[in-house]
């Protein structure tokens, strides 16, 4: 995937429910503090920064360094280093449902925002880091 250049105000404003435009609102102000990088559409996410990803298979594409998605049921960030290496930390975030790469999250004022906060830190550290051997992660912007 790659940045569509949309603008980001207007898909935040575009999101419904009313929570779901205050929780982007609050989660592009995080994410832009945490990567120090601007905000960018990739298609109905918003990324921040780019990297390349590739796995052992060859199955290779792009991807924002830190990325969420404000989607009518929920919030959905997306992790590339997986939501298994946030296990212990996911059980003091407050409710949320996870997928394999994804945390869902319904309303952002119910979870602890300093726990949210180390996830984000820690998955964007892995990425810089250049992920695994399983998927080989490099920067590009």
């Known amino acids: 995937m790659k ?4 603008d980001v105000a207007g898909l935040i404003a575009r999101s419904s429910p009313a ?8 989660l592009t102000a995080l994410m832009q503090e945490i990567t120090g990088r601007e905000p960018a ?4 996410i918003i990324g921040f920064g780019s990297c390349h990803y ?4 060859g199955t290779e594409g792009d991807s924002g360094l830190l990325a969420f998605a404000p989607r009518k049921a929920a919030t959905t ?4 280093d997986g939501v298994a290496a946030h296990e ?8 949320h449902t996870t997928g394999a790469g994804c945390l869902y999250i319904t309303d952002l004022e119910e979870i602890d925002l300093d726990v949210l906060r ?3 830190e820690r998955s964007l550290a892995w990425v810089e880091a250049g992920g695994t051997p399983e998927m080989q992660l490099t920067v590009t912007g």
Do not use: M, S
């Not at 940045?3 to 949309?6: D, E, I, K, L, W």
């Not at 929570?19 to 609050?26: F, G, L, N, V």
């Open 3 to 6: 940045p569509t250049g949309r």
């Open 19 to 26: 929570k779901r435009r205050r929780d982007a609102e609050t």
């Open 41 to 44: 559409t990739w298609g109905t």
């Open 54 to 57: 590739r796995y052992p298979t």
């Open 77 to 80: 960030i997306y992790l590339l």
């Open 88 to 95: 212990e930390a996911l059980a003091a975030l407050g409710p």
């Open 118 to 120: 180390g996830v984000l």
